[in-house]
């Protein structure tokens, strides 16, 4: 873009920015600070948002285009990639960009001050991204608590806070979002000496055994989950981006917490119950969580700094794994503990598989004994509903899902329900207008690749009681509130391929599922190797008990 011209788009693009970025989403527009503002690389904002580097550029895109839309609602034409070059070259034209870098500096020299010299430190939790306002505004506010925070530190201790600048060079970097909330020490006239520990967490360590008061008034002792593959996360109030991450881990605990081999356990290291109690009662957070005191333990003391937030423990104690996203952690869990989904299936109930190799495949989906996908009765003006999803529904509709036919050909996207790319887990609800008996639910899927295999629990409810929650989101365990599991369903093969059609009925020897409305699907990948391991449903065909 010739530089007159980008004058001239910045003219136009500039009385509309507030407005167009009123549109977004709290999430796009905080996307877009961390790109356009702090400078940061793609690697950096994949930190910052707890994904890899791939989804990190999905969502950086995502935003943009968002933005160029709804500019171009009011005028200005612009491209998504015209609209990012704007922003990179004028965003920030009203302050120099070596300011930006050298307040977000300084942030990080006080949080290692604070650290090293015992200071309590906390920022507010979960800050929310303003949702008006144009990027000038939102930097010069940020870049104002900033400056006034450090002050207020570099007055009360002048060398030692720059004694420490080291120490704030590796420091974790706080969102933007979240500098707001930094409470400045209060009369600290002198500074204890820095504890060190000489704990090593390194991959093959032992972890120590600790034990810490828990939110439920018990304890979280590791001693006594020795025997068991441990999931262990530090985070802290004063961090945004570990407190999302702890969030995003939801999903790992879905996945694993019917298996009696697997334990989970968070750790806050802010020593603050009020703190951990809200946050665990806001997001649903189903795992138990332990609060260190970062005075007394050294395992708090090694976390309390930059580290992998998330720790993998083996039966013996020791590191298998660390990890500051959740995909990895996944992975490694389904190498250890075997990928099939559980629990196993409780008698009368059982899961009917059938499958067709990709020459045999074909639009008639012709099963040995099981139907093809047809209209029925139960399901004919069912409706389906997402409950805790993000399924892509760009060219068809959930209905799809009931309309009695499959997919006309092995790669059919217009004829398909399925996850975005890299969703660790999507809830969607069917309700049937009526409780009724259940025969058989069958299920259907055609791709040519790894989105063939359907992997995935089936919940029931009548949708009665004053327990039932009608829309269990992620993280919430739907047996603790008015479902019933149904089955467990995995048909990814042990080895070989996976491309194919795959028909599954879930069936029971009694004749009769059970009596229900509403029916509840949990869906998980069948592999996470490039985010496209996301199952192609075609059908679901639910029969009534005669």
């Not at 303003?130 to 570099?154: E, K, Y």
Request: proline content about 6%.
């Amino acid at each position: 873009m010739e530089s007159a011209n980008a004058a001239n788009h910045w003219e136009r693009l500039e009385g509309h920015l507030d407005a167009a970025l009123a549109e977004l989403t709290d999430e796009q527009r905080h996307v877009l600070v961390l790109r356009h503002f702090p400078g940061l690389t793609l690697s950096e904002v994949a930190i910052q948002l707890g994904c890899g580097k791939d989804r990190a550029a999905e969502r950086v895109a995502e935003a943009q285009k968002a933005l160029a839309k709804a500019l171009g609602r009011r005028g200005p034409a612009l491209s998504s990639d015209e609209v990012a070059l704007l922003l990179e070259q004028r965003a920030v034209q009203a302050a120099p960009p070596t300011l930006v870098t050298a307040t977000a500096n300084r942030l990080a020299l006080i949080r290692a001050a604070a650290v090293a010299a015992g200071i309590s430190r906390r920022v507010t939790t979960r800050a929310k991204t303003p949702s008006t306002g144009a990027f000038m505004r939102m930097l010069w506010v940020t870049v104002a608590a900033i400056l006034a925070t450090f002050v207020v530190v570099f007055i009360v201790s002048p060398s030692r806070l720059w004694s420490l600048r080291s120490i704030g060079s590796g420091s974790d970097s706080v969102p933007l979002s979240a500098v707001h909330g930094i409470e400045a020490p209060s009369a600290v006239t002198s500074f204890p000496a820095p504890r060190e520990t000489a704990i090593s967490l390194d991959v093959g360590s032992i972890v120590p055994d600790v034990s810490a008061p828990s939110v439920s008034g018990a304890s979280v002792n590791l001693a006594v989950l020795r025997g068991k593959y441990v999931l262990i996360n530090f985070w802290a109030g004063y961090n945004n981006q570990r407190m999302e991450l702890a969030v995003k881990l939801k999903d790992v605990f879905d996945r694993f917490r019917d298996d009696r081999r697997f334990a989970m356990i968070g750790f806050d290291l802010d020593d603050r119950p009020e703190t951990v109690r809200s946050w665990v009662a806001r997001e649903a957070i189903g795992w138990e969580q332990g609060m260190l005191d970062t005075s007394k333990s050294d395992l708090a003391l090694a976390y309390q700094e930059p580290a992998d937030p998330i720790l993998i423990i083996g039966p013996d104690g020791k590191v298998i794994a660390r990890s500051r996203e959740v995909f990895e952690p996944y992975r490694t869990l389904e190498r250890l503990l075997g990928s099939k989904l559980g629990p196993p299936l409780q008698p009368p109930i059982r899961v009917v598989v059938e499958h067709n190799d990709p020459p045999s495949a074909s639009a008639t989906y012709k099963f040995r004994t099981l139907p093809p996908p047809q209209p029925t009765e139960a399901d004919q003006g069912a409706q389906i509903e997402m409950v805790d999803a993000d399924l892509n529904l760009d060219r068809n509709s959930l209905a799809l899902l009931t309309d009695g036919r499959g997919a006309d050909n092995d790669n059919d996207p217009s004829h398909a329900i399925y996850a975005r790319r890299w969703r660790l887990q999507d809830r969607f609800r069917m309700d049937l207008h009526r409780v009724m008996p259940i025969a058989q639910i069958n299920t259907y899927s055609w791709h040519r690749g790894e989105r063939c295999p359907q992997v995935y629990r089936v919940y029931g409810s009548a949708g009665e009681g004053t327990a039932f929650n009608l829309q269990p989101q992620n993280g919430l365990d739907p047996r603790s509130c008015g479902w019933t599991l149904i089955a467990s369903v995995d048909t990814r093969p042990t080895s070989g391929p996976m491309g194919g059609q795959d028909a599954v009925s879930v069936q029971s020897s009694t004749g009769c599922i059970g009596h229900f409305r509403h029916l509840l699907f949990q869906v998980f990948p069948t592999n996470l190797r490039d985010g496209f391991g996301n199952t192609f449903y075609n059908e679901i065909d639910v029969v009534e008990c005669k």
